[in-house]
């Protein structure tokens, strides 16, 4: 079988030479004479590669010298408690903009600890816009407001920094980081897995005010939930997931190679406005979220019969589109086109909802 468009929400498609540099050095890696996976995390050699890995996503992101950069363990997920237990004392107000399936997620690790407040909602429109938010609308005290930057399932995003009235702003990016430009310095703290757009899944990123950490470092609080051990260890308190962290460097070196992250959002956005304008011209396909707020990550669609989609998903098959189905909570369809997605896939992509559409089925 042949390499197929994988449009998948995550994991999801990595460049091929970025998997084929990981091939030529699987068996040994250079000067180690072992694989990156039978390497002590305790040697040099493994030490440079996350450092170097750090390095390389702090001049990708600008990420300014306050703010530190963490490997974490467990996806964004366990951001979603690491957050509540880091920036908030139990039973401190939170608040949460709620966007979709992962900032209700989020919410509801916060709630375990802190009184999360839902300032507010687009569920009323089954999540097909971004709320404006305004100052007034945090409450009074709340330790931080919460958002989810690119909300994955219902393809939306924001597209500029909201409003906080000076609560600290903390944010989910793990479908849209390093796809397009975030504003590092607008943020707290930044999280995201790194299955979209940085490799292999099970582990996070974590960008922070050096400043948060450990200011809260409440020892009931497991060790792996703190940031502090964390950071005094270099990422390195137990056992990092070492491979992982080789990959996303190997997806960082790539990065930069293909002249940053400004480069890559140009791609992105023209791969994204590239469906868009087709779904837009279409008279069978449609988007239904509010032009504004559409994410350049993941282009939701729906066809006028579950019948049709199901004989669409049958066709991409046959043409090695895989993964174009929308997620359980939404039906429909859906592309995610991170970076590793080249412009051929989505040209691919095009040409079989065009001939789905003409009736030239397969
Ligand atoms: C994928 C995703 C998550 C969940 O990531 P895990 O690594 O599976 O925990 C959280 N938030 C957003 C926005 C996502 O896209």
Redesign the pocket.
Known sequence: MDRVYNFS??PSMMPLEVLEEAQRDMLNYPGAGCSVMEMSHRTPAFESILNQAQENLRKLMNIPDDYAVLFMQ?????QFSMVACNLANEGDITNYAITGN?AK??MEEAIRRTEAIAITSSKDANFTYIPEITDDMITPGAKYLHI?????IFGTRYTKTPNHAGTRLVA????AILGQDIPVADYDLIYA?A??NMGP??M?IVILKKEIIGEIDDQKVPVMLRYKPAFDNNSMYNTPPTFSIYMAGLMFKWAIKMGGVKELEKINTMKANMLYDYIDNSKMFTNPVNPKDRSIMNVTFTLPSEDDTKALLEMAKKRGIINIKGHRLVGGLRASIYNGMPIEGVKKLIELMDDFENGKRD
Do not use: L
Request: proline share 0%.
């Open positions: 929400a995550g467990g996806g964004a997920t366990m992962f997620k989020a989810t930057g690119n909300n994955t989910d990016w793990s479908s897995g299955q979209k899944s099970g996070a």
